[in-house]
């Protein structure tokens, strides 16, 4: 959802080890918010009050950014409509999307640790090929389930992909590793023909630096370093031209490039 491109800020302070809590009298206890409690007042009621939260978290967050916080979750995701624990903190279920929310509080009920996330909803393939017909620019789509055309959009029409060809990069390497091609601790020598300008740290490094692929294949996803992605291109291109049984995964790779 376009919600998830927006700016979210989170909060998070470590999580303190906290011990268990004593049993208090039902005057007091009834007092105290549950978790759940906290986060439904955070955005429901008419104004958030800074004692809520304990003087560790405001050390950190001040109470107006924590306010200013919550007032543009809100304005980007509309009224908060319920709250349901999931296995590691609680879903926030808005009118114009989700959030992840993850809580602490202390003896006193008070907030010391608080992160918001966004959650990824599950998309059936039918509502994201509408998707991607509905991108006002231009767009394609090739979903492929072994050699199966699952859903194709446009398919044919070639389109600048920017450094997410990266990725179909480590997927032919880990093709090759998996039929026994090449290694992850393969060697290979820095060539000065694959330098490449930044982003990246290996155009600095010296022609003839002993890498392997692993090295590379990190430093291609890790920073998105070109001359790394370029190393490994030659070098699975080579192993295309070498080896028929290798094309598969080479031949999508030459096209991208």
């Known amino acids: 959802m376009l919600f998830l491109a927006l700016t979210l800020i989170s909060l998070w302070l470590p999580w303190p080890a906290i011990a268990s809590v004593p049993d208090r009298p039902a005057i007091a206890q009834a007092a105290i918010p549950t978790p759940t409690q906290a986060l439904e007042r955070l955005f429901q009621a008419e104004t958030i ?29 509309g009224a908060l409509q319920g709250i349901e624990p999931l296995a590691e903190g609680y879903q926030l279920r808005f009118e114009n999307g989700t959030l992840s929310a993850l809580i602490q509080l202390n003896d006193a009920g008070q907030i010391v640790a608080l992160l918001f996330s966004p959650l990824a909803e599950a998309m059936s393939l039918a509502e994201a090929i509408a998707a991607i017909e509905a991108f006002p620019g231009e767009a394609s789509l090739l979903v492929l389930a072994g050699d199966e055309v699952r859903a194709a959009v446009a398919a044919e029409t070639p389109l600048a992909v920017g450094s997410a060809f990266k990725l179909a ?40 630096s002993a890498i392997t692929l692993e090295t590379l294949a990190t430093l291609m996803i890790s920073v998105s370093d070109n001359t790394a992605t370029d190393s490994l291109s030659s070098r699975i291109l080579r192993m295309r031209t070498r080896s028929p049984h290798f094309a598969r995964g ?8």
């Open 49 to 77: 009050q800074s004692e809520w939260f304990a003087p560790v978290f405001l050390q950190q967050v001040p109470f107006p950014q924590m306010q200013a916080t919550l007032d543009g979750l809100t304005a980007q995701l």
């Open 250 to 257: 080479a031949i999508a790779i030459g096209g991208v490039c």
């Open 169 to 208: 990069v480590l997927a032919a390497l880990q093709r090759a590793i998996a039929a026994g091609t090449l290694r992850w601790d393969t060697v290979v020598p820095l060539e000065a023909a694959w330098r490449s300008l930044p982003s990246g740290l290996l155009q600095d490094w010296p022609v003839g």
